[in-house]
């Protein structure tokens, strides 16, 4: 992250959007939506991420997302699963994604994170050997990829340019091909030393600049395949959990027998990572204290490393292998473990179920409330709707139809803008309102984003002036409001038909020549997506065209109170902040185009709302309002 992602997308001068992993982990699809919203082409993360979005993201939650852009999907940081790319793709090939888009990379700290990249474009080579010469002897023995005794193993391509990769044996020797041996490596991104550790330093760095990566690995002609660490570091959801460390946790709770702790990482195929396995010895023999020791051990891992064990035993004393000088032997029993010397994990404890069942409870009482509350704030609603619309109704359309055309009318929307937002439960506040005070006896063209079917209403009810919309000439069809837009006189623009739009734009510039204020959403149309969209440049043109000043306003709060594919209003604050009328220096095109990047910067500063790439506008789904 720091040095692949944010320090590569600074020197290369790449845009980057950072997302924080635990919204990652809360809903995985918004890493999807993300690369959809940006158009990204270079996307990097563990391979449990991917196994994540596979089983964890609903069809429904991602309908619409296109990920055609993604160029490169990097997998690294831990073991990359053959199955978890197969499912990756066969879930998401359907929205876009190549297969060819997956890059399996290994790298590590000491060489500056990179060392060994597959040629981009090119689809995973996977290589499958027999599980029994492989586990035995070491060998790589390449089988038809069928049945219960084969391993399979993901290409990690060849070494970065000026870095070279070797597999040795115990003696440090060129390992045979498809012999498993230890990776070393070499090259100019290779660390100096380990920061005040001369101990690690000295065992790492080897004679002529080479460094033992600790790693696992075979080659299959210039092929490199990982296939696991020397040492027992545990991989859990992107994370290098020290053994060791977690050892001294558990060791510390009243009751476990200090040194009589083995902490290990098992591999699990459903999820694409590792499961986290403590076992550890205590003298107590009584079933509640020993449920209470596996408790207080899960609460001691998760306070400390932010990850719970998946499996604690508490077991007798000597159960615990270790060496004849009392070291710890990790690999025995992980062995032990997994071939079922060690009785597997037990039912939850019943003090740890009632914890889990209280959370639990909790959480859904939470939820009901608030489900409650949002439908009896709907009856309210609704109820409070239906009588203004027999009371106030009738007598809206009657003043619709008598009152002359033009500005009466536009008079009769801001009131009943005010009256609907205020029975909805919305307030609204306005900052900067001086600054649509004429500046020079210049006509002012208003610039604002667009986040809701709330923005008009809300512009209405707050900007002081008498101004009129461009609207889409679409709504003209629409009951109520296309009736409002018409008496209104507020322009309308027809977006299919050149010749039409041509004179549309004519039409909004001599009602700007004759001193009429014309608000534009820069950003055409909205979606459901938060983000400053790309603006577009009739505003820009038409102020340049006739002299006029541009006023930003940035709307804050009005998505929220009616977000998209929604038809009833949520209460709350709506902000308008309305920002210093601009003016170009630059004649023409020039001007106008410097017109639309100072406005949307201004908009930008203050909408609440990061700024989505240029290329987003293509990404639109078809049907979104605009």
């Not at 590569?8 to 990652?24: G, H, K």
């Amino acid at each position: 992250g720091l040095i692949g992602t944010w320090l590569n997308s600074m020197v290369n001068a790449i845009p980057l959007t950072l997302m924080s992993p635990v919204a990652f982990l809360a809903r995985p699809e918004r890493w999807l939506w993300a690369i959809h919203a940006q158009r990204a082409t270079l996307s990097a993360a563990p391979n449990f991420a991917y196994e994540l979005c596979v089983r964890k993201i609903r069809d429904e939650d991602i309908d619409g997302l296109d990920l055609s852009s993604w160029r490169a999907a990097f997998n690294g940081s831990e073991q990359v699963s053959a199955a978890t790319l197969e499912r990756f793709v066969e879930r998401f090939e359907r929205h876009g994604f190549r297969r060819e888009a997956l890059v399996p990379v290994y790298g590590l700290a000491e060489s500056a994170v990179a060392l060994s990249v597959p040629p981009l474009g090119r689809v995973p080579v996977v290589d499958a050997v027999a599980r029994e010469p492989f586990e035995l002897e070491r060998k790589a023995v390449p089988v038809q990829d069928a049945g219960e005794d084969v391993l399979r193993f993901v290409s990690v391509g060849r070494p970065l340019a000026g870095h070279e990769v070797r597999v040795v044996d115990e003696r440090g020797a060129d390992a045979e091909e498809r012999s498993v041996g230890h990776v070393i490596f070499r090259g100019p991104s290779c660390m100096a030393r380990y920061h005040h550790n001369p101990d690690a330093t000295s065992r790492a760095l080897l004679p002529d600049g080479w460094i033992d990566s600790g790693d696992l690995a075979y080659r299959s002609g210039a092929e490199l395949f990982v296939t696991g660490r020397v040492k027992d570091l545990i991989k859990k959801t992107g994370r290098n959990l020290i053994p060791q460390d977690i050892e001294e946790v558990v060791g510390a709770v009243s009751g476990i027998r200090r040194g009589c702790v083995a902490a290990f990482g098992v591999a699990d195929e459903t999820t694409g990572t590792e499961r986290i396995v403590v076992l550890a010895e205590t003298r107590a023999r009584s079933r509640e204290e020993r449920d209470r020791l596996e408790c207080e051990a899960v609460a001691a891992v998760a306070a400390h490393t932010g990850v719970p064990p998946d499996v604690v035993r508490v077991v007798s004393p000597g159960v615990v292998p270790k060496t004849p000088s009392g070291k710890i032997r990790r690999t025995a029993a992980r062995e032990a473990y997994l071939a079922g010397r060690i009785a597997g994990p037990r039912a939850i404890p019943l003090r740890l179920r009632l914890g889990l069942l209280a959370g639990s409870a909790t959480n859904a009482l939470t939820r009901a409330g608030r489900r409650i509350g949002r439908a009896m704030q709907i009856v309210w609603l609704t109820m409070v709707w239906t009588i203004a619309l027999m009371v106030l109704g009738p007598v809206v359309v009657a003043l619709l139809y008598l009152l002359p055309t033009g500005r009466p009318v536009r008079v009769l929307g801001r009131v009943a803008a005010r009256v609907a937002l205020a029975m909805s439960g919305c307030r609204v506040t306005v900052e900067g309102a001086e600054q649509l005070r004429r500046r020079d006896g210049r006509p002012l063209v208003l610039v604002t984003n667009h986040t809701s079917y709330a923005d008009t209403p809300v512009l209405l009810a707050a900007l002081p002036i008498d101004f009129v919309f461009v609207a889409m000439r679409e709504i003209e069809r629409w009951p109520l409001i296309g009736t409002f837009a018409r008496r209104g006189s507020h322009p309308m623009v027809d977006r299919w038909r050149p010749t039409q739009s041509v004179a549309d734009e004519a039409s909004i510039h001599a009602r700007l020549r004759g001193g009429e204020t014309v608000l534009f959403f820069a950003e055409g149309g909205f979606s459901a997506m938060r983000g400053l969209k790309p603006f577009r440049l009739g505003a820009f043109v038409a102020a340049q065209a006739i002299g006029a000043c541009v006023v930003p306003i940035a709307l804050t709060g009005s998505r929220e109170r009616l977000p998209a594919d929604t038809r009833m209003p949520h209460p709350g604050h709506v902000h308008v902040w309305i920002g210093e009328p601009l003016q170009s220096e630059s004649p023409g095109w020039r001007g106008a185009v410097a017109l639309r990047d100072e406005a949307r910067r201004a908009i930008a500063a203050h909408c609440g709302e990061p700024v989505v790439a240029a290329t987003v506008a293509r990404q639109i789904p078809p049907g979104t309002p605009e």
